[in-house]
């Protein structure tokens, strides 16, 4: 069964430090996604990506975090600045088309420690 | 705005007993309503949908789900629960106009005892 693949799975960082978080959507979906979890709190939507920009984005989603697509296969979430309370799960997820008829598939999560 | 309530934090239930997992939701307009469980260290896994048409939805693993939208509820059922199902379920719902955005439910721990 095709899956949506993260790396890193766990990354720890010092605050103030870059951070890019890497993601292989399911190769025939065109739609894509992050969303994120900090412990013990719900699943949060940041970002939808489709045809190389940004759809949709939430207030979460600031001037310090960004996507991209810089190849056919990669889908990236960078984090220019980590503070303390981006210390969270962030799973990628993809879809063929829009939600609806269409499911996301999300990975398996990077989990990033902001020390 | 769109919101999603799963009132109960844990469903501890025996195996092979009946599970139900609640769900209540807040929408403008049709809702789009899905269930989504998470193992330990995995990603959210798809179970079922509701987009439209029949009020019961049959999903992966034996879950079932019933839209009763006079109650705003999505209650996730399992007629026979087994130890393996023991995990995180969240319910979501899509936001109204927005093709990609989720609101989920703070999730409902499942503990299945042997």
């Known amino acids: 069964e095709p899956e949506v693949t993260q790396t890193p799975s766990h990354q720890v960082t010092q605050m103030g430090q870059e951070v890019i978080l890497r993601c292989v959507p399911i190769s025939n979906h065109l739609y894509f996604y992050w969303y994120r979890q900090i412990l013990g709190q719900k699943v949060e939507f940041l970002v939808s990506f489709y045809n190389n920009e940004i759809s949709e984005k939430s207030e979460i989603f600031d001037d310090q975090f960004s996507v991209e697509r810089p190849d056919g296969s990669n889908f990236t979430l960078k984090i220019r600045s980590t503070k303390l309370e981006d210390s969270a799960m962030y799973f990628c997820?993809?879809?063929?088309?829009?939600?609806?008829?269409?499911?996301?598939?999300f990975g398996a999560g990077s989990r990033l420690t902001v020390l | 705005a769109q919101s999603v309530a799963q009132p109960e934090d844990q469903v501890n239930v025996a195996e092979g007993n009946p599970l139900t997992v609640k769900c209540t939701y807040s929408v403008s307009g049709n809702p789009y309503l899905f269930w989504y469980v998470q193992y330990p260290n995995r990603g959210l896994q798809f179970l079922l949908k509701y987009i439209t048409g029949d009020n019961l939805v049959k999903g992966s693993y034996g879950f079932e789900a019933e839209f009763n939208k006079s109650q705003t509820s999505f209650h996730l059922k399992k007629p026979s629960a087994l130890v393996s199902d023991s995990a995180l379920y969240f319910c979501?719902?899509?936001?109204?106009?927005?093709?990609?955005?989720?609101?989920f439910g703070a999730g409902t721990q499942v503990v299945v005892t042997p």
């Open positions: 979501a719902v899509r936001v109204t106009d927005s093709w990609g955005k989720f609101q």
């Open positions: 997820a993809s879809s063929e088309g829009r939600i609806g008829a269409n499911v996301l598939t």
